[in-house]
């Protein structure tokens, strides 16, 4: 390809991202509202608009305008020919959720197990299944599968790899390429990448906190990790090892994590360590176990609101270590932690006021999830449809 013919592409797939952006925010809209909200000239609108109508990834629409004429035509995303999978592993089972372009939910599953002693070779065999029934669902509905996006709690190095997950006990795992293998789809695109990661880029594109320039999500599910948006892109890292604040050494004679360390966050105030410090949860499921949990907790039992407040104070302090390095304007607590934040915020908000360096913890809020079940497979989402939002669009075929 030749400098000037690549150059064409790459302003091409400029333009269409801007187009594409502006549908998101403004549509319903006509060709002259983006023309006139892009900046783009009304000849390149109309060429951008006929290839996405071509594309079914938008489609024409009418709205009786408040003056007397014919009704405008106007243009809406269309989400009726592709969506993308996202996939999550974590000590509380598998999920599966599945978006179409236009940002409507065509599928969302949880199931149990495999359990984090199952291994890795069963637990992709497990994600295999549900994905590969994911993708008949999708496809029955007249959509085509743009891509698939795991979620993990653990290092994932660029090649999709789990290098550690001490939650599930796993070192080098080649997920991303045996995971591919066991659907044998090279149509669809798998990619990896760590739980908290993906759960922060749901937080920074829906909900309340849209937008929000510097945004930490804390996921404790299976170990304790922090997806990280900073000056409004997530933070990835030389290696994207980012985030793996469950892995700062609190307490020198602490309990062991399973890194193979003492007491470190992990350790101490992940779902898991909680849980293993309550007595009478004997149900196996640790999703059982949570609700057990909340409502003891909710109806006030000392020695849990006790457990929880501890597992609190130590999070305020790993908390407080990133709000010193980064100066977040909020901290989501995400997964189980949203669905506890009644119980933890009180000592989490103590401890880092303490801890932060700066006057008021550097304005930094403490907030729940409202992704609390979610937010990583939705981010997995997000993840898959990507190329999308840079103007790589599908091809006809």
């Given at each position: ?365 403490i907030v729940a999830s409202t992704f609390p079940h979610t937010a990583t497979p939705l981010g997995a989402t997000a993840q898959a449809l990507a190329p999308l939002t840079m103007g790589h669009l599908p091809s006809l075929a």
């Amino acid at each position: 390809m030749s400098t000037q013919t690549a150059d064409h592409t790459d302003i091409r797939a400029t333009n269409l991202a801007a187009v594409l952006g502006f549908l998101r925010r403004q549509a319903p809209c006509s060709r002259a509202a983006i023309a006139s909200g892009t900046g783009l000239n009304k000849a390149t609108v109309t060429s951008i608009v006929g290839d996405l109508l071509d594309r079914r990834l938008v489609r024409e629409t009418q709205q009786t305008q408040n003056h007397v004429g014919r009704p405008a035509t106007l243009l809406v995303l269309d989400g009726s020919a592709y969506a993308a999978i996202g996939l999550e592993v974590s000590a509380r089972g598998l999920s599966a959720l599945a978006y179409d372009t236009a940002g409507e939910q065509v599928l969302r599953w949880h199931r149990a197990g495999p359990g984090v002693d199952a291994g890795p070779a069963k637990t992709i065999a497990a994600l295999a299944a549900l994905a590969r029934r994911a993708i008949t669902t999708v496809q029955s509905s007249g959509r085509r599968v743009l891509g698939i996006t795991v979620g993990v709690p653990g290092l994932v190095n660029r090649d999709g790899a789990v290098v550690l997950a001490a939650g599930l006990g796993w070192r080098d795992v080649a997920l991303q390429a045996d995971l591919a293998a066991a659907l044998g789809r090279p149509d669809i695109p798998v990619n990896v990448d760590n739980d908290a990661s993906l759960a922060v880029l749901a937080e920074h594109l829906y909900g309340p906190l849209a937008g929000s320039e510097n945004l930490i999500e804390l996921n404790g599910d299976t170990g304790v990790g922090a997806g990280i948006i900073v000056d409004g892109r997530p933070l990835r890292g030389h290696l994207g090892y980012v985030g793996e604040i469950g892995h700062l050494r609190l307490v020198a004679d602490g309990p062991v994590c399973g890194c193979g360390r003492r007491g470190c966050l992990e350790a101490l105030a992940s779902l898991p360590a909680i849980l293993s410090r309550i007595d009478g949860l004997t149900d196996p499921d640790p999703q059982i176990q949570l609700e057990h949990l909340i409502r003891r907790a909710d109806a006030g039992e000392a020695a849990v609101t006790k457990v929880l407040a501890e597992a609190g104070t130590h999070l305020g302090h790993g908390i407080a270590a990133l709000v010193n390095i980064l100066n977040p304007g909020y901290v989501v607590l995400g997964g189980s932690y949203a669905l506890l934040a009644t119980h933890l915020s009180p000592t989490i908000t103590k401890s880092l006021h303490e801890s932060a360096i700066a006057p008021d913890a550097g304005g930094c809020t403490i907030v729940a999830s409202t992704f609390p079940h979610t937010a990583t497979p939705l981010g997995a989402t997000a993840q898959a449809l990507a190329p999308l939002t840079m103007g790589h669009l599908p091809s006809l075929a």
